[in-house]
């Protein structure tokens, strides 16, 4: 009898057609857990999406022996409790590094040249916007996380002609940056960019606090996690000038509600958790999350497990 694998509705179809070949019976469901356990309680593995998976769902799944992540982050799962059951937690840490790296530096180029503001105001036929940019040559970039996505940010701005700062647990040689402290990144950043993983240590890291030691002419771009900065207080800030803007991908909760008040701030530029979204990165994130659970229901290690559940 086939082995099982559940995989999320509106994954690219490269990553179903890798199990496909090998044999699998490939089961679609909604990213929710209901939805899960309705069609495919008794798979041995699945791809998930970024839509929390709590114990008990885990527990309720008898067959499960990994819980592929298709992206990087991991923080919708417990993985030292499925490890703790036999069960493998991956992520696909290569697949998609460039494009959002890529896309921070977009996010950053549309805060400082106000391009979705304009492009709106000219689409709603309310004339030329009055809106005024600022450069970013000559600026300060300070870039708060230096992994792989990080590090990326820093080579890809180098170009343009921005002084880098680099804040992150674990110093690294490269030529592209400064290593910092904490305060320094904060209060020097023209654009402060978010590329950390939510801990017990970072969550909500960015708050009133923080926005009170940032430049007022400061802009705060978010394409890690919502979890990452208090959204309450990131709200006040730019009602109050602390800081002159932002660019989000990620808002916490997600997606974000219709009566939040960032929707109508003019100084915020929000997109749908879409930094990674390519042909090309989706691509590689569904192929390498397939290719996890390949490895693993064949009786082999995984390339990029959480934790090794055999130690």
């Known amino acids: 009898m086939a082995k099982k694998v559940a995989v999320p509705e509106g994954m690219i179809a490269a990553g179903s057609e890798y199990l496909i070949e090998r044999g699998y019976e490939v089961i679609t469901t909604k990213s929710d857990q209901q939805d899960i356990l309705a069609k495919a309680k008794d798979v041995d593995g699945i791809i998930l999406y970024t839509e929390p998976i709590d114990n ?23 993985y030292d409790y499925a490890a703790s059951k036999g069960i493998w937690t991956t992520i696909t840490p290569n697949a998609n590094a460039g494009t959002v790296a890529e896309s921070t530096l977009a996010m950053m180029l549309d805060v400082s040249k106000n391009i979705t503001q304009l492009s709106l105001s000219y689409r709603n036929g309310t004339g030329r916007s009055q809106a005024i940019g600022f450069d970013l040559e000559g600026k300060t970039l300070g870039i708060m996380g230096f992994g792989r996505i990080g590090s990326l940010v820093a080579k890809k701005a180098s170009g343009l002609g921005m002084n880098v700062l680099a804040y992150s647990r674990t110093k690294k040689d490269t030529p592209y940056a400064k290593f910092v402290d904490r305060d320094t990144i904060i209060k020097e950043s023209d654009v402060l960019s ?9 969550i909500h890291g960015i708050g009133a606090a923080e926005f009170k030691q940032m430049k007022d002419s400061a802009v705060l771009i978010n394409l890690g996690r919502g979890a990452l900065v208090d959204q309450d207080a990131l709200i006040t800030a730019l009602k109050a000038g ?11 909760p997600e997606p974000l509600p219709r009566d939040s008040e960032l929707f109508e ?5 929000l997109t749908p958790h879409v930094a990674s979204n390519t042909v090309e990165s989706m691509t590689r994130m569904a192929v390498g999350a397939a290719s996890e659970i390949d490895r693993v229901l064949q009786g082999d290690q995984p390339k990029w497990a959480l934790v090794d559940i055999n130690k």
């Open 56 to 78: 008990s769902t885990i527990d309720a799944m008898p067959n499960l022996k990994i819980l592929a992540r298709h992206g990087v982050g991991y923080d919708n799962i417990d």
């Open 194 to 202: 978010l590329h950390m993983a939510v801990t017990d240590e970072t």
């Open 242 to 252: 602390e800081i002159a803007g932002a660019g989000l991908d990620v808002t916490e």
């Open 265 to 269: 701030l003019p100084n915020v530029v």
